[in-house]
């Protein structure tokens, strides 16, 4: 990799074929061309990791779009079908790797970002800035703050919302503890269902503080909460960072069920001077114990829950590795999908749960399995989004904008496109930086305008009609890795980047493709 020249003009920027590029999630590598990613050079030697997850474990999670990404056409001839490049994909959000502390009267999940597949920019890496394929460009998109249905408030300066699935589960539970109150307040007659209400919003405000625990410890810890969601299995703080040690991870989690059984507690000394058979009386007994289920049930040694990531902890404590710790909780958390699958229609089947096994026939038991089989799935699959997210985790320090961009030449303002592409294929070059006459960056020539200029007409065409001005956040440090490679892209959304020296001077292009590649590549590597 050549160094950068004097003056501002940039020599070279990666002498190598071109690197692939990452995104907010691992998109799936091209199927027609696998040897694209195993031309990718990551680093060899990757940096400490903090730990795994991030959102979506999160973090769960909601990805703002970018600009896409492209490569010129050959100014020779056209390109072809198969040298066609399709549109970059979104970029991580902090959602993409945020870690998420699911809390519930059943588990919430713990959930990567959804990636949306991104097929490679390039598919031949060693061709140069002219023999590239082709893509279509869209102009840049500020990101859009996460949302995740109605807002309900900025406790402690984190978005609280409710998502759509809230209104389903309160409905629920108005008609299923409605039901029991008219046996044992008949005489409420319909203003039982109000009451039912009143005890569905409280539960759930319940929840939210349980959430707020983590919120504030995730706080003090110095680690940013995205957001906090009431949904329909209870709810999710979206923390986008993992704490850097055990003690702290354990704290993080520990926090949560702590207060739900702070709060049954609470609850059970107001019980105390109220009469029982009473509204008051039935609503503080139900909030006790479903405050009672709540703490039991994430405490449960498996991922997704609290008592998961407290397992983590303990076992990364041990072993000195977090990854060792998050598989050790993952296989816990599938083994307890099995159990609540098979134990739970078993357990009430046989009247354990404190109704006559006579009773739990017909409809009763389709919605036992029914119930069974939707916390069994979330539990299962948020022990496997917190697999896959601590495995991005590990693998996130190799992504280094040194290795990753793209040799570049400077043009003028007025060259013609033509020219540029000849320049850029003689230097072996895959990128051009518009400089003033002291030689001073003003702008990078954008792949996907290229794309757009009719081969016959690129004599005609400065490449100053095609680029875009650079901008503070477009201008990136090449000592950049990882996580802060990733979190810079995303403040400033763009196709392309201009990779500086400590000192300013011009290292060459980074192209948002090249890293995305890159990030497919990781996580498709074994650990």
Known sequence: ????????????????????????????????????????????????????EGSAEASQHDSEPTDTSATAPSAQTPASDEDTAPDAQERPSTDATPSQHPTADA??????????????????????????????????????????GLL???????????????????????????????????????????????????FYASVLVHELAHTVAALRFKLPVRRIQLQFFGGVSEIEKEAETPGREFVLAFVGPLLSLVLAGLFYLAMQPVEPGTVPGVLLAGLMISNLIVAAFNLLPGLPLDGGRM?????????GKPMTGTVAAAWVGRALA??????????????????????????DTVMDALLAAILAAIIWTGAGNSLRMARLREHLPELRARNLTRRAVPVETDTPLSEALRRANEAGARALVVVDADGEPLSLVREAAIVGVPEHRRPWVAVSGLAQDLTDGMRVSVELA??????????????????????????????????????????????
């Open 482 to 527: 990882g996580e802060d490679l990733l979190d810079t892209l995303r403040a400033t959304p763009a196709t392309e980047y201009l990779v500086v020296e400590e000192t300013g001077e011009i290292y060459g292009v980074l192209s948002a493709a090249d890293v995305e590649r890159a990030f497919v590549k990781a996580m498709a590597r074994p650990n």
């Open 338 to 363: 099995v159990s609540v699958l098979i134990g739970l229609p078993l357990l009430t089947q046989s009247g354990a749960l404190g109704s006559n096994a006579e009773d739990n026939v017909g409809m």
């Open 311 to 319: 397992l983590r902890a303990v076992v990364w404590k041990i072993t």
């Open 1 to 52: 990799m050549d160094e950068s020249g004097g003056s501002g003009q940039p020599r070279s920027g990666n002498d190598e074929p071109a690197q692939h590029h990452a995104g907010p999630a691992a998109p799936t590598a091209d199927p027609e061309h696998p040897d694209t990613d195993a031309r990718t050079q990551g680093a060899d030697a990757a940096a400490d990791v903090r730990s795994e």
């Open 152 to 202: 309900m408030g900025r406790p402690f300066g984190v978005p609280v919302y409710v998502a759509p699935s809230w209104f389903l589960v309160a409905a629920l539970i108005t008609w299923v503890f409605g039901g029991q109150l008219d046996r044992v307040l008949p005489e409420l007659g319909a203003a039982r269902y109000l009451v039912s209400l009143f005890f569905a919003v409280a």
């Open 107 to 148: 588990p919430g999940t713990e959930t990567a970002p959804e990636p949306s597949p991104a097929p490679p920019t390039d598919t031949h890496p060693d061709r140069t800035l002219a023999h590239s394929g082709t893509a279509k460009g869209r102009p840049p998109r500020r990101p859009k703050e996460p949302g995740g």
